[in-house]
């Protein structure tokens, strides 16, 4: 293959790294109104009065809006296939005020400075109501997040709207406590995760114009630009035709741009004022009123017999949504997919729960969505289960773990098309020297060194949902124009699907153009996210390019005289024995002369499958018994992605993914006071790894074919971030028998875990 | 008030507030090249050099490089790129957001540092954050763009 598999840098490369303008404040149209957000400083509460009177007087304040100037129609911001399993539960401003943060007014000026002195003369009056805060306690609290009655759930998920719970979930396959009373070694254990932060480096923005024919063209920084144009036609109350929602490069998504977090807000402001608007959040608003990871409490119980297999699983976790709920059901749902499934020796499993409001920033989608959540749980109780039954963890897990070709109780009996996850457990134990090391060094009276693991699965897509589309254009002189609704946030998602046509169309890169992604022009791509882009956008790309062959050859048997099916084509030249016609020429003929037809290839796919790709992680850690402190020395991840399109991209994609996990065992916690205040408003207090954070992280590929996805490919994008948590956990615990079953492992947490032994 | 000051070589004079940054001058200005990623200096996306030394623009008042020499990325178009061809071919830009104060960052210590060791590298670029990439693919493409110097 020539690109198939090949590191090429991407598209777009040289232009993103080197600071040219091409992200979404960079193309403003001139002179746009600045829109600013005047935010609630009450966890719950009702607005009384706002006197916005003194505010509008200021020279060059355009316009202030409030609850009584926007459309009331309930909607939800998360960025799904409608119709969205998250509830219609927000207006674009309400009267209640439901975390600190939330919208009260849209000031729009023309400037910042100006934007920012209005805001300070709006006088707002609240009745404050008793928050709820805590997560565990909140279905008991007598305030109740969202008393509304218009709120609109399109699929029954079992809201408790009265309680706070936004949903419930129930799935038993089997008999779970029949086959635990038969099981010789149970383990239980109950688990935390925290609300993570996506903390992308392009802070969320949109810019909001009316084209020539008064249309509202909304250019963001957004992973899913088709969904953005059906959310603002009903947050608008607009018809979506009136619409279309450009999107550029991208700072960074995570699955924070999956959620729409400000273009309602400028497109409101332009349409009241008919003129361009800006709005661009600041890292502390990004952090206090935009989306988190759900923070989770998971309770884990895992049976298994004499020889070690794994018979019973029962998870029941427990989700905080905030204050509304985007990506709520979904991620809770997510977490139960890709955790039951893994282990398929189990003769009975269950997944059960709740989702609850609180009154906090509200949780929405971040890479690993809810399948890191649950990682994190069900591997860390594996690990405690091979301590039980004094099993080495890596043979616990090559015992119990799916096979390609095998079902699993809650694979809804399909079988699994691809993997290599007992390879990447085998190759990762050599990388790491796993025999030696396993489980502890001492390494001076104070340090010890030790090593754990974990594995994990993800999906590739939304099985049975979302469905993408591609097009690829023959141009005038040979050239195609690859025409795609994905978003590439940086992943490289653009040069990937590009390497995919050239394969097919055996043309080289370079004369391949790749236009993602406008509403307007692109074919329908619910975005990215799910880990979808390789493998669902990926595959209609495929189909789109060999659609596109067929009709090249059609059309030059056509222009030859000849039959179809004797024609051959190389990518350059159509031939029929001693007839030639080269590509050139046929695309010249087809846009030249009566009677012509510009060739396009079509291609939709969507999948009843969502093939999961694997990791198996490795960590090792020297810990500090005086201190606590965890230091990590070296990470290693093996990865079955499917074909590996690109190697290079591939690569980082791990290693960035992975210093997310590591963020996420170590560091990173999104805190607030008793009142609800974040505390983590900016990267003082919030702490992404740094350069020095990281130690050393080793990353291999052990391929698989994925009989479903282009060219055998499988997603990679989220599956990375699941290890860090509860390898890093395992290896504290191998080393001073600290067992942190509550994110992120902290040394305050290791101390205090060694001052109880 | 008006100040003096050579941007990317070029003499100029500027009109800025008293309170305006140093980041918000140029971007005004049409150096667009400059993103920024925090209100707290703590990203390092922000980065320019004032006279040749990598310095925060976000937390710079735009009057006190009054005098100055201030270079962004568009300023060193050609060593920028040098490095940004070896970073992606190593496939270790992702977004691109942080690359441009990154970028300006590794071509200071290019000048600054003799045969950096890998400690020395990542001591230079702690401030220079990426949510993306990992740092990993960063390192190896700052090694061979050192190592081929
Ligand atoms: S913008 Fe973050 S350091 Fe300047
Ligand atoms: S490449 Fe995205 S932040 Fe560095």
């Known amino acids: ?757 | 008030m008006q100040i003096e000051a050579t941007i990317n070589n070029q003499k100029m004079t500027l009109e800025v507030a008293p309170d305006e940054l140093l980041s918000d001058a140029l971007r005004a200005r049409g150096f667009l090249s400059i993103r920024q990623g925090c209100d707290t200096s703590c990203c390092g996306l922000c980065t320019v050099w004032i006279d040749g030394k990598p310095t925060l623009s976000c937390t710079t008042l735009a009057f006190r490089v009054k005098g100055k020499h201030i270079t962004t990325i568009e300023g060193v178009r050609q060593q920028a790129e040098e490095f940004a061809q070896v970073l992606a071919a190593e496939g270790a830009e992702q977004c691109g957001f942080c690359s441009p104060g990154f970028i300006m960052t590794v071509l200071a210590m290019k000048q600054e540092l003799k045969n950096p060791t890998e400690q020395e590298i990542i001591h230079y670029l702690t401030g220079n954050l990426c949510r993306c990439t990992g740092y990993l693919g960063q390192l190896r493409a700052i090694k061979k763009y050192l190592g081929g110097a």
């Open chain 1, 1 to 757: 293959m020539k690109y198939v598999g090949k590191g090429v840098p991407k598209i777009d490369s040289l232009r993103i790294a080197t600071g040219h303008p091409v992200y979404t404040e960079d193309v403003v149209p001139a002179n746009p109104l600045v829109v600013k957000i005047l935010r609630s400083p009450h966890a719950f509460a009702k607005i009384i009065n706002i006197d916005t009177s003194k505010a509008a007087e200021l020279e060059g304040v355009v316009c202030i809006l409030t609850h009584r100037d926007v459309p009331k129609t309930r909607f939800t911001l998360a960025g799904q296939s409608y119709p969205e399993p998250s509830p219609y539960d927000r207006y674009i401003l309400d009267e209640i005020v439901r975390y600190v943060g939330d919208e009260v007014a849209i000031i729009a000026a023309v400037n910042e400075k100006i934007a920012l002195r209005a805001m300070e003369l709006i006088k707002v009056e609240y009745e404050v109501y008793e928050p709820v805060l805590d997560f565990e306690t909140a279905h008991e609290h007598p305030s109740v997040v969202h008393p509304e009655t218009d709120l609109i759930c399109n699929v029954d998920i079992a809201m408790q709207q009265d309680k706070n719970i936004v949903c419930s979930h129930y799935q038993e396959i089997g008999n779970v406590e029949q086959e635990f009373a038969k099981c010789a070694v149970v383990v239980e254990e109950t688990y935390y995760t925290q609300a993570q932060a996506h903390a992308m480096m392009e802070t969320y923005r949109a810019v909001s114009y009316l084209d020539h024919t008064g249309r509202l063209v909304v250019t963001s920084s957004t992973q899913i630009p088709f969904h953005i144009r059906r959310q603002l036609a009903r947050a608008l109350e607009i018809p979506a035709s009136k619409i279309r929602v450009i999107k550029p490069r991208i700072g960074g998504g995570f699955g924070g741009k999956q959620t729409g977090a400000v273009e309602v807000f400028a497109a409101l402001v332009t349409l009241k004022t008919g003129q361009p608007a800006k709005i661009v959040l600041d890292r502390r608003e990004t952090f206090t009123c935009t989306t988190s990871r759900h923070a989770m409490r998971i309770k884990v119980r895992l049976g298994a017999d004499e020889e070690g297999y794994i018979r019973a699983l029962d998870i029941e976790g427990l989700s905080d949504t905030g204050a509304y709920g985007e990506h709520a059901p979904t991620v809770f749902w997510v977490l139960g997919e890709k955790t039951l499934p893994l282990y398929n020796k189990t003769r009975a499993v269950r997944y059960h729960g709740k989702v609850v409001y609180t009154n906090k920033m509200p949780a929405g989608a971040l890479r690993g969505y809810g399948a890191t959540q649950g990682t994190f749980a069900l591997e860390s109780a594996v690990n405690k289960l091979a301590e039980k039954l004094h099993m080495d963890p890596t043979e616990l897990r090559l015992k119990n773990i799916i096979r390609a070709g095998e079902t699993s109780l809650a694979y809804h009996g399909k079988i699994l098309g691809s993997s290599t996850l007992h390879q990447c457990i085998e190759r990762g134990k050599e990388m790491i020297r796993w025999q030696e090391k396993y489980p502890r060094q001492e390494i001076s009276p104070n340090k010890v060194r030790a090593v754990g693991m974990a594995v994990t699965m993800q999906g590739s897509g939304i099985a049975g949902i979302d469905t993408a589309s591609a097009e690829i254009r023959l141009n005038d002189d040979g050239n195609y124009t690859l025409l795609l609704g994905s978003t590439d946030m940086g992943t490289g998602s653009d040069t990937i699907l590009a390497q995919m046509a050239a394969e097919v169309l055996e043309t080289s890169l370079d004369r391949i153009i790749v236009h993602a992604a406008d509403t307007d022009i692109s074919p329908f791509d619910p975005g990215s996210y799910a880990s979808s882009t390789t493998y669902v956008t990926g595959m209609a790309v495929v189909k789109a390019a060999m659609d596109l062959v067929a009709k090249i050859i059609a059309q030059g048997a056509f222009l030859l005289g000849v039959p179809e099916e004797e024609v051959t084509f190389n990518g350059e030249v159509l031939q029929c024995g001693e007839k030639t016609l080269t590509l050139q020429k046929l695309a010249e003929l087809t846009v030249l002369g009566t009677g012509k037809l510009q060739l396009v290839g079509h291609g939709t796919f969507g999948s009843d499958v969502s093939p999961p790709p694997f990791v198996a992680g490795f960590a090792e850690v020297e810990v500090d018994r005086e201190t606590g402190k965890v230091e990590l020395l070296d990470y290693v991840a093996v990865v079955d992605c499917g074909t590996v399109i690109n190697p290079n991209l591939a690569r980082i994609q791990v290693e960035g993914g992975i210093v997310q996990g590591i963020g996420l065992a170590l560091y990173e916690d999104v805190k607030y006071d008793a009142k609800g205040n974040m505390l983590t408003n900016s990267f003082m207090q919030y702490k992404i790894p740094c350069r020095k954070d990281i130690g050393n992280i080793r990353v291999a590929f052990e391929e698989s074919y994925e009989p479903t996805g282009p060219f055998g490919a499988k997603s990679i994008g989220e599956v990375v971030i699941n290890t860090p948590a509860p390898a890093i956990a395992h290896a504290v615990y191998n080393a001073v028998g600290v067992r942190v079953t509550k994110l992120p492992i902290t040394p305050e947490k290791v101390f205090q875990g060694l001052q109880k032994k």
